[in-house]
C-alpha cells in the first residue's frame, strides 16, 4: 500500500535508476515513521519528462508512492524491513535484491534449506498501465542459505548492496551484495561479491506480499 499521511518518510538512502517500458524510474530505501515507530520501505517514482533544461527536479521528494513488506496471515501480519535495494531490468520485469532485517533470531546460515531472519530477498515487479504509471512489487522470494552455506561458506552471511546490478548476456542477473567474514564478523569486517542469479525458477517460495 502507499504510505498513509500517518506514516512519515523521514530519509531516503541508496537510490538507483531503472528504464522500463518507456519510463524511467528511481527507486530508494524509504525510512519511515509511525507513533515513535520506526520502519523501512521501498520508494519509487517515475522521472518527469521536461523541455526545461535548466529546470531541476527533486526525485522522491514526496515519496508518494512507498511500499511496505509484510508476512504472515491476515490474522498476524508484521511489517518486513527490508534495506539497501539493488535493481535489475529484465524484459518488462524489474526485478529487486533487498537484504531483509528482524529484531529477533539467528543472523547467519547454519545449514543450506535456512531461510534466516538476516538475509536476501528477490522481488519482483512491473509498471503499471495508463498514464499514472507507478512500480509494483509482486513476488518475493526468500534467497535460501545455500547461496551461502554451498557457495560462499568462507562468509557468515549475505546483505544487501544498493544501487544497480546488471544483465549479462547469457541472461544471468548480477547483483552487487556486502557480505560478512565468519572469522572476523564480530568486529564487523565485511567485503563486497558478487551473486549472480540466472535460474530464477530455483528461487522458490513467494513468502511475502507488498502492500499498495
Given at each position: 500500500?502507499?504510505?498513509?499521511?500517518?506514516?512519515?518518510?523521514?530519509?531516503?538512502?541508496?537510490?538507483?535508476?531503472?528504464?522500463?517500458?518507456?519510463?524511467?524510474?528511481?527507486?530508494?530505501?524509504?525510512?519511515?515513521?509511525?507513533?515513535?515507530?520506526s520502519f523501512t520501505g521501498i520508494a519509487s517514482q517515475i522521472l518527469a519528462k521536461t523541455a526545461?533544461?535548466?529546470?531541476?527536479?527533486?526525485?522522491?521528494?514526496?515519496?508518494?508512492?512507498?511500499?511496505?513488506?509484510?508476512?504472515?496471515?491476515?490474522?498476524?501480519?508484521?511489517?518486513?524491513?527490508?534495506?539497501?535495494?539493488?535493481?535489475?531490468?529484465?524484459?518488462?520485469?524489474?526485478?529487486?535484491?533487498?537484504?531483509?532485517?528482524?529484531?529477533?533470531?539467528?543472523?547467519?546460515?547454519?545449514?543450506?534449506?535456512?531461510?534466516?531472519?538476516?538475509?536476501?530477498?528477490?522481488?519482483?515487479?512491473?509498471?503499471?498501465?495508463?498514464?499514472?504509471?507507478?512500480?509494483?512489487?509482486?513476488?518475493?522470494?526468500?534467497?535460501?542459505?545455500?547461496?551461502?552455506?554451498?557457495?560462499?561458506?568462507?562468509?557468515?552471511?549475505?546483505?544487501?548492496?544498493?544501487?544497480?546490478?546488471?544483465?549479462?548476456?547469457?541472461?544471468?542477473?548480477?547483483?552487487?551484495?556486502?557480505?560478512?567474514?565468519?572469522?572476523?564478523?564480530?568486529?564487523?569486517?565485511?567485503?563486497?561479491?558478487?551473486?549472480?542469479?540466472?535460474?530464477?525458477?530455483?528461487?522458490?517460495?513467494?513468502?511475502?506480499?507488498?502492500?499498495?
Amino acid at each position: 500500500r502507499v504510505a498513509t499521511s500517518d506514516e512519515t518518510v523521514s530519509s531516503l538512502r541508496v537510490p538507483s535508476l531503472v528504464e522500463v517500458n518507456g519510463g524511467v524510474f528511481a527507486v530508494a530505501e524509504a525510512q519511515c515513521t509511525k507513533d515513535g515507530s520506526s520502519f523501512t520501505g521501498i520508494a519509487s517514482q517515475i522521472l518527469a519528462k521536461t523541455a526545461d533544461k535548466e529546470k531541476k527536479e527533486e526525485l522522491l521528494k514526496d515519496a508518494k508512492n512507498t511500499q511496505f513488506l509484510e508476512e504472515g496471515d491476515s490474522t498476524d501480519r508484521k511489517k518486513v524491513d527490508v534495506s539497501r535495494p539493488t535493481t535489475v531490468v529484465h524484459g518488462s520485469d524489474i526485478y529487486m535484491l533487498v537484504g531483509k532485517y528482524e529484531s529477533k533470531g539467528a543472523t547467519v546460515c547454519q545449514v543450506a534449506s535456512e531461510a534466516p531472519p538476516w538475509g536476501l530477498l528477490l522481488v519482483r515487479g512491473n509498471v503499471s498501465e495508463g498514464n499514472d504509471k507507478k512500480i509494483h512489487w509482486n513476488d518475493t522470494y526468500h534467497i535460501p542459505c545455500m547461496f551461502t552455506v554451498e557457495h560462499h561458506s568462507s562468509l557468515g552471511g549475505l546483505i544487501g548492496g544498493g544501487g544497480s546490478g546488471i544483465k549479462m548476456q547469457d541472461g544471468t542477473l548480477v547483483f552487487p551484495v556486502e557480505g560478512t567474514k565468519k572469522r572476523r564478523m564480530e568486529k564487523g569486517f565485511a567485503g563486497p561479491i558478487l551473486a549472480g542469479y540466472g535460474d530464477l525458477e530455483a528461487v522458490e517460495g513467494d513468502v511475502c506480499r507488498w502492500l499498495q
